[in-house]
């Protein structure tokens, strides 16, 4: 089975024009002893075969379509309109690469420009990029950035305990041969206050994220002042659907906004492909990773999009680019942009709503147990923070057997939050799952 | 022929999505100062959405389009079973933190695909972390440099990269703290041996080579290069971007790499996406795997319980055959485990699942064989191209190549021609330009990967282009400098795209 058209008379033409026998002819260069070795697979299948393997093992997995999901924890699991699988589903997108041939690629070009002007406008902030992998490297990139816009000389970043867990790790993991110390999240004791007054004369930026991933959205009014005092810079993570009710980044004088754009039409997946977006204020630009769409006009003086600052890239300017990034998240990014044009200024706001009301109900229901205390005091959006009568993984195994898949175990990353639980409830979630939760939650409390 | 931006179709009122009513009490809301005041997104119908972004794919060129022989980016057809595949419900629609016994078809297919990659490069380790080939590219460094570290050898940090290497090797190295050190090429396209010598010392972590090379070629001292690396005690990095050419052809562990990034979205057929997302798994030795980052899958032999498909809470050596039978039956159980040394993550959660999917399905269906197949037949596509347009265009390296080669786009007796008027007036003949000025050892490249999925007639039909756009260089090179008048839009001013930099739509 493959995907190759040649049968053997038009083979035989093209080995006659090159001049060889057999196609084997063209690799004697390659070493003998190591040449056509043997390589054990399992046997080809017909597309028939193959589909009825799959479907399968994708069955035995639970997924979030039959199951209730009350999971979030940096993905989330929101509507995606049917127009946007339709759109990504047109091949002329999804079967092109990096738009270097901008006369052949308006369509990419302008809808990532649309992009970068819908992000702008959903965070605040002044430019955009075309995407990075996911919202863990983008913060990687920030950090680099921040560090960079020190030039060089500031060596240290302060990030908050809440910020992603694996983002904090992701940053560490980039940031392992530049000789930076990354500081702040060593105790979830360290709060705002204490996080700015780490932020000194060496630091090249402070990271916050918001809402925080325990869900608590924060007020920031004066960390931007405090953090720009110190001239080092504000970077603010944040849940793009958040940001249909709260303030953005740019209003809280972010320098750098970015997050996981998963949320924005993207399917969970189990994890990826998922893209991180990434806003900055105009001063920084050219010192921004990623690709950038610009406008400009054709030789007939039409609008039309190009690639542009690409001196910043690695394919032109090499050892000393911005950045190694290459390919990006070119089809989550239009993705995103379908999404947002979907929802609109009133959808957005709606699906925002629809979760804070949502979850707002779920924790007040859940407080009502007798087993289990929800904090409903700090003021949060979509997850809140559920003390549970005995280890999550252990409720979690008992809401399977009601088919809800249970919370985050916040144990697992703060020592001090052991048998705590984030949950996350959605527009998804209904009045019903909503009720069979609390219930489930009773029940297994019990058990 | 231009579309209005999404902003400019816009109404107030307007709303292309349909959602619920909300069916819980509501709550008070937060306090106005944590509330945002406007939020400036387009106001659209569903129709006038879905005709927009169906007008802007139509002025965009794919695979599904035409020829697109952009080289180094191996644009082979994407089958459209893949695409299923990855949507079916229970991959598409499960959440990375479910607890592992909802997930073991996910945590499956990852194993199969690692074990798969492995099978094909001779590797003994995987992580199918990496987003891409350039995060892989970072990944394999950071992991070179934890090695060394290691060993106690923390003073080599210089990484050795030819001068014909994607850019994306300096630019990983200098990210990971490395300093990088360009080796020049030989007439024949190879690493110059003498400059790799000269450049060998107690400083040098490793080597990162392209094999083939950009130019398309198979470097003919290869066995030499990783053996006189190793010597100097250093380690080879493979840039697998090209891996198209090798498929059960050779085995890069067996030819002397040592860490290794595969592109799903090149050899393995994922679709590029207008950009991403690709995939960049990382394959190393079994002296690198403990860095390697993670978590990755492993597979555990366990119990299950016949009746109910549950696994059993016991271990497969207390199982006996004979007591039990009936009730139980080995299988593999599967879950996620960090590499004990490993780098870290490189980003969050596990890789992008959903690609996986697709390579996986492309590797099943194809099998050993057919994997062989593509290979040999990119081969045969590009030597067949290189047998006749060298005749026409200038070949810098004139030697068998592999899956790609570079000409010189410059036409004799047209001094005014160059590679890019080449390049645009291929858009007017309904082809896609291959990669231009790239390498940069070659003066005016094109750089041309036709892949194996490209028929006889669609080959000849590119020379014909090709052939026609000579003629009309000496001829009429006005036609190429005008050129493209058939796209959608003509060429367009870069300089001033960066001059007067507007990245964002602002209401007039």
């Given at each position: 089975m493959t995907y190759v058209p040649h049968n053997a008379a038009e083979r035989r033409q093209m080995l006659d024009r090159i001049g060889v026998q057999s196609v084997e002819d063209l690799f004697s260069v390659v070493p003998e002893r190591y040449r056509f070795p043997e390589v054990i697979l399992p046997k080809p299948l017909s597309e028939l075969e193959i589909m009825a393997e799959l479907r399968e093992m994708s069955e035995s997995n639970m997924d979030t379509q039959h199951a209730a999901c009350?999971?979030?924890?940096?993905?989330?699991?929101?509507?995606?309109?049917?127009?946007?699988?339709?759109?990504?589903?047109?091949?002329?997108?999804?079967?092109?690469?990096?738009?270097?041939?901008?006369?052949?690629?308006?369509?990419?070009?302008?809808?990532?420009?649309?992009?970068?002007?819908?992000?702008?406008?959903?965070?605040?902030?002044?430019?955009?990029?075309?995407?990075?992998?996911d919202g863990a490297t983008a913060m990687a990139e920030a950090v680099i950035m921040a560090h960079s816009v020190a030039r060089g000389k500031r060596r240290k970043v302060v990030i908050a305990p809440t910020v992603h867990p694996e983002y904090r790790q992701t940053v560490r993991t980039y940031t392992q041969g530049m000789g930076l110390t990354v500081t702040g999240d060593e105790t979830l004791e360290n709060d705002l206050e204490a996080l700015v007054n780490l932020v000194d004369e060496d630091t090249a930026c402070l990271i916050v994220q918001n809402p925080d991933f325990l869900g608590r959205v924060h007020d920031l009014s004066g960390v931007a002042d405090a953090v720009h005092a110190k001239k080092a810079l504000l970077v603010i993570a944040c849940d793009p659907i958040s940001l249909g009710l709260?303030?953005?980044?740019?209003?809280?004088?972010?320098?750098?906004?970015?997050?996981?754009?998963?949320?924005?039409?993207?399917?969970?997946?189990?994890?990826?492909?998922?893209?991180?977006?990434?806003?900055?204020?105009?001063?920084?630009?050219?010192?921004?990773?990623?690709?950038?769409?610009?406008?400009?006009?054709?030789?007939?003086?039409?609008?039309?999009?190009?690639?542009?600052?690409a001196t910043r890239e690695q394919h032109i300017r090499r050892e000393r680019a911005t950045s190694n990034i290459c390919t990006n998240q070119g089809l989550n990014a239009l993705a995103a942009a379908v999404y947002l044009a979907a929802l609109g200024r009133c959808g957005l706001a709606r699906v925002a709503q629809l979760c804070y009301h949502k979850a707002h109900y779920a924790a007040q229901a859940i407080s009502v147990l007798d087993a289990y205390d929800v904090d409903l005091a700090t003021p949060f959006f979509k997850e809140f923070i559920v003390r549970c009568p005995k280890p999550v993984a252990e409720i979690n195994r008992g809401l399977l057997d009601y088919e809800i898949i249970g919370g985050y175990d916040l144990g697992q990353?703060?020592?001090?939050l052991e048998q705590h639980m984030l949950l996350c409830v959605t527009e998804m979630n209904s009045a019903a799952q909503i009720a069979d939760l609390v219930e489930a939650l009773e029940e297994v409390a019990h058990d | 022929m231009t579309e209005p931006i999404i902003y400019e179709l816009s109404a107030p009122g307007r709303c292309a999505a349909h959602l619920p009513e909300l069916d819980v009490p509501a709550s008070e809301l937060p306090p106005a100062s944590l509330l945002r005041d406007d939020l400036d997104l387009p106001e659209v119908s569903e129709v006038d959405l879905v005709r927009h972004y169906v007008h802007l794919s139509r002025m965009n060129y794919g695979v599904d389009v035409g020829f697109y022989p952009l080289g180094s980016c191996t644009m082979k057809y994407n089958p459209k079973v893949n695409e299923d595949a990855a949507r079916l419900t229970?991959?598409?629609?499960?959440?990375?933190?479910?607890?592992?016994?909802?997930?073991?078809?996910?945590?499956?297919?990852?194993?199969?695909?690692?074990?798969?990659?492995?099978?094909?490069?001779?590797?003994?380790?995987?992580?199918?972390?990496?987003?891409?080939?350039?995060?892989?590219?970072?990944?394999?460094?950071?992991?070179?440099?934890?090695?060394?570290?290691?060993?106690?050898?923390?003073?080599?940090?210089?990484?050795?990269?030819?001068?014909?290497?994607?850019?994306?090797?300096?630019?990983?190295?200098?990210?990971?703290?490395?300093?990088?050190?360009?080796?020049?090429?030989?007439?024949?396209?190879?690493?110059?041996?003498?400059?790799?010598?000269?450049?060998?010392?107690?400083?040098?972590?490793?080597?990162m080579l392209t094999n083939p090379n950009t130019l398309g070629l198979f470097d003919e001292n290869l066995l030499t290069i990783t053996h006189l690396v190793h010597e100097a005690g250093g380690l080879m990095y493979g840039d697998g971007a090209n891996f198209n050419a090798l498929m059960g052809v050779a085995k890069p562990a067996e030819l002397g790499f040592d860490v290794m990034h595969l592109n799903l979205h090149k050899t393995f057929s994922t679709p590029h996406g207008?950009?991403?997302?690709?995939?960049?798994?990382?394959?190393?030795?079994?002296?690198?795997?403990?860095?390697?980052?993670?978590?990755?899958?492993?597979?555990?032999?366990?119990?299950?319980?016949?009746?109910?498909?549950?696994?059993?809470?016991?271990?497969?050596?207390?199982?006996?055959?004979?007591?039990?039978?009936?009730?139980?039956?080995?299988?593999?159980?599967y879950r996620l485990q960090m590499p004990r040394r490993s780098i870290g993550r490189v980003k969050a959660f596990y890789g992008h699942f959903g690609v996986m999917v697709r390579?996986?399905?492309?590797?099943?269906?194809?099998?050993?064989?057919?994997?062989?197949?593509?290979?040999?037949?990119?081969?045969?596509?590009?030597?067949?191209?290189?047998?006749?347009?060298?005749?026409?265009?200038?070949?810098?390296?004139?030697?068998?190549?592999?899956?790609?080669?570079?000409?010189?786009?410059?036409?004799?007796?047209?001094?005014?021609?160059?590679?890019?008027?080449?390049?645009?007036?291929?858009?007017?003949?309904?082809?896609?330009?291959?990669?231009?000025?790239?390498?940069l050892i070659v003066t005016e490249a094109l750089m041309i990967e036709p892949t194996e999925?490209?028929?006889?007639?669609?080959?000849?039909?590119?020379?014909?282009?090709?052939?026609?756009?000579?003629?009309?260089?000496?001829?009429?090179?006005?036609?190429?400098?005008?050129?493209?008048?058939?796209?959608?839009?003509?060429?367009?001013?870069?300089?001033?795209?960066?001059?007067?930099?507007?990245?964002?739509?602002?209401?007039?």
């Open positions: 009350f999971l979030g924890a940096g993905a989330y699991n929101h509507y995606i309109p049917s127009v946007v699988d339709h759109i990504l589903s047109r091949s002329e997108f999804y079967t092109a690469y990096t738009p270097y041939q901008p006369e052949v690629s308006q369509g990419t070009l302008q809808s990532i420009f649309e992009y970068q002007s819908m992000i702008c406008a959903l965070t605040k902030m002044d430019v955009c990029n075309a995407s990075h992998y709260y303030k953005a980044p740019g209003d809280w004088d972010a320098d750098i906004a970015l997050g996981e754009g998963q949320p924005l039409g993207s399917p969970l997946s189990f994890g990826g492909p998922y893209l991180g977006f990434f806003a900055c204020k105009e001063e920084y630009v050219r010192r921004m990773a990623g690709r950038l769409v610009g406008q400009t006009v054709d030789t007939q003086g039409r609008r039309g999009f190009v690639l542009t600052l990353v703060y020592p001090e | 229970g991959f598409a629609h499960t959440h990375p933190y479910q607890p592992e016994e909802t997930v073991q078809g996910n945590l499956q297919l990852m194993y199969e695909l690692q074990e798969f990659l492995k099978a094909l490069t001779g590797f003994d380790a995987v992580s199918l972390q990496p987003a891409a080939g350039a995060h892989g590219e970072l990944t394999g460094v950071l992991m070179i440099r934890a090695y060394h570290q290691a060993r106690g050898q923390g003073q080599r940090n210089q990484m050795l990269i030819p001068d014909s290497a994607h850019g994306t090797n300096p630019a990983s190295t200098v990210m990971a703290g490395y300093e990088m050190v360009e080796l020049k090429s030989d007439a024949r396209g190879n690493v110059d041996l003498d400059d790799l010598r000269a450049h060998l010392n107690d400083r040098v972590a490793g080597m207008g950009g991403g997302p690709g995939s960049g798994p990382v394959v190393a030795t079994a002296a690198l795997a403990d860095f390697l980052p993670g978590p990755i899958v492993v597979a555990e032999p366990c119990l299950f319980d016949l009746a109910t498909g549950q696994r059993l809470e016991r271990a497969v050596e207390d199982y006996d055959e004979d007591e039990e039978e009936g009730a139980c039956r080995r299988g593999l159980w390579a996986y399905t492309y590797i099943r269906m194809l099998g050993a064989e057919g994997l062989k197949q593509s290979t040999l037949d990119a081969v045969l596509n590009a030597n067949y191209l290189m047998s006749i347009l060298k005749e026409i265009y200038p070949l810098p390296y004139d030697r068998t190549c592999m899956h790609e080669f570079v000409l010189e786009g410059v036409v004799k007796d047209a001094p005014g021609v160059r590679a890019l008027d080449i390049s645009k007036r291929l858009i007017d003949y309904g082809i896609h330009p291959p990669t231009n000025y790239f390498p999925t490209e028929s006889k007639a669609t080959l000849d039909a590119f020379v014909e282009a090709m052939t026609r756009i000579a003629q009309e260089a000496r001829e009429n090179p006005q036609l190429l400098h005008d050129a493209p008048v058939n796209a959608p839009v003509g060429r367009l001013d870069e300089v001033r795209a960066a001059r007067n930099l507007v990245l964002r739509w602002k209401r007039e």
